[in-house]
């Protein structure tokens, strides 16, 4: 079964909000596994185990925070091995001009050097869902769709790893 990491830094509790309202829509795509874990509980080699990656951080001086910096620094030396993979980001901010967007091409341009492959989405939030403040229904709605068409992305192009008659287990 394709698996899914949702890796997250939070500090207020907004970006932690988030995070599980992402993992709500990558869990509405039966035959995904998805796990949800705040970066400091997660270690860098479980990059390597899932097919899809889904960073969320606040937004730091127009950047990702510290904690997920050296999640993706800590990444490096796995260059090359992440190739093919899903990658998408979403990110908080204390206010409209917090930097939510360039957090958010942060996190997905390291993704990106990773070969990973990521879908912007041509409604609501183009580069990931952002949220100032505490999401509000907007935020929630564009968060759970990001796990969505993640999820849903994943499966297309691993499969749900369950068995079909004729296929060899391959969809």
């Not at 904690?67 to 908080?92: C, M, N, W, Y």
């Amino acid at each position: 079964m394709p698996r899914i990491l949702i890796v997250y830094y939070t500090r207020t509790g907004n970006t932690e909000k988030m995070a599980k309202l992402v993992e709500e829509g990558a869990k509405s795509v039966p035959g995904v596994e998805v796990i949800t874990r705040k970066v400091e509980d997660v270690a860098v080699e479980e990059l390597l185990k899932a097919d899809g990656i889904i960073l969320g951080s606040p937004t730091y001086y127009g950047s990702a925070a510290s904690p997920i910096r050296t999640l993706i620094d800590k990444s490096v030396k796995f260059h090359g091995q992440l190739e093919g993979k899903v990658g998408a980001a979403f990110a908080s901010s204390g206010n409209v001009g917090g930097g939510n967007e360039t957090t958010i091409l942060n996190m997905l341009e390291a993704l990106l050097i990773h070969g990973m492959i990521v879908q912007g989405d041509p409604r609501g939030d183009h580069y990931g869902p952002v949220s100032v403040g505490v999401p509000d229904d907007r935020a929630s709605r564009i968060c759970r769709r990001l796990g969505e068409r993640t999820a849903q992305l994943v499966v297309r192009l691993f499969g749900t790893g369950e068995k079909t008659e004729g296929t060899g287990g391959k969809q």
